[in-house]
T-cell receptor
Framework: DAGVTQSPTHLIKTRGQHVTLRCSPI?????VSWYQQVLGQGPQFIFQ???????GRGNFPDRFSARQFPNYSSELNVNALLLGDSALYLC????????????FGQGTRLTVV | AQSVTQLGSHVSVSEGALVLLRCNYS??????LFWYVQYPNQGLQLLLK????ATLVKGINGFEAEFKKSETSFHLTKPSAHMSDAAEYFC??????????WGAGTKLIIKP
């Protein structure tokens, strides 16, 4: 079975631009969460979606948004990129609500220049 | 607010020696606790988790952790370190909204 897949794996953007990151969960998983991991730190929770509804939002500005599609895949959008948005963005999927077993993708490394 | 503290950003042990990675949590309710491992340029892999029941939890790759409520700790151990264990390890707890709260991570270095 395929694991959680994220695309692209690496991305370089310029300050002020917009970026869309994509995540495909494990087949049968209905919950998707997004995390930001800045180099040298632990992940920080951004969003959680379950059955296409937002179930949780971390302490991130409104420049960050996300959605989940009918096939349970998800997109994370970031507008007006700042240098500080440079990080590894991780997507995790879970078969359950509540979210007790998280399976992570390999992440998207975003560099903002 | 719930928090997770990992003592030591770097831990160095010799191959074959005991591995001990420390994690303390703060929570007003019985927590769900997790240990994840992250290899360079990869995502996170679940090593083990504590939800309820037995306080000694066994995970993959020979790792285990013990939940000690009186000490608010969930330390990760492995009797004998292997070179392949070199990675970064993260402790996490789940808050009342079922969101993971993460420690800052401990980089495990294995000396030959």
């Amino acid at each position: 079975d395929a694991g959680v897949t994220q695309s692209p794996t690496h991305l370089i953007k310029t300050r002020g631009q917009h970026v869309t990151l994509r995540c495909s969960p494990i087949s049968g998983h209905k919950s998707v969460s997004w995390y930001q991991q800045v180099l040298g730190q632990g992940p920080q929770f951004i969003f959680q979606y379950y059955e296409k509804e937002e179930r949780g939002r971390g302490n991130f500005p409104d420049r960050f948004s996300a959605r989940q599609f009918p096939n349970y895949s998800s997109e994370l959008n970031v507008n007006a990129l700042l240098l500080g948005d440079s990080a590894l963005y991780l997507c995790a999927s879970s078969p359950l609500d509540p979210f007790l077993e998280a399976f992570f993708g390999q992440g998207t490394r975003l560099t903002v220049v | 607010a719930q928090s997770v503290t990992q003592l030591g950003s770097h831990v160095s042990v010799s191959e074959g020696a005991l591995v001990l990675l420390r994690c303390n949590y703060s929570s007003s309710v019985p927590p769900y606790l997790f240990w994840y491992v992250q290899y360079p340029n990869q995502g996170l892999q679940l090593l083990l988790k504590y939800t309820t029941g037995a306080t000694l939890v066994k995970g993959i790759n020979g790792f285990e952790a013990e939940f000690k409520k009186s000490e608010t700790s969930f330390h990760l151990t492995k009797p004998s370190a292997h070179m392949s264990d070199a990675a970064e390890y993260f402790c996490a707890s789940m808050d009342s909204n079922y969101q993971l709260i993460w420690g800052a991570g401990t980089k495990l270095i294995i000396k030959p």
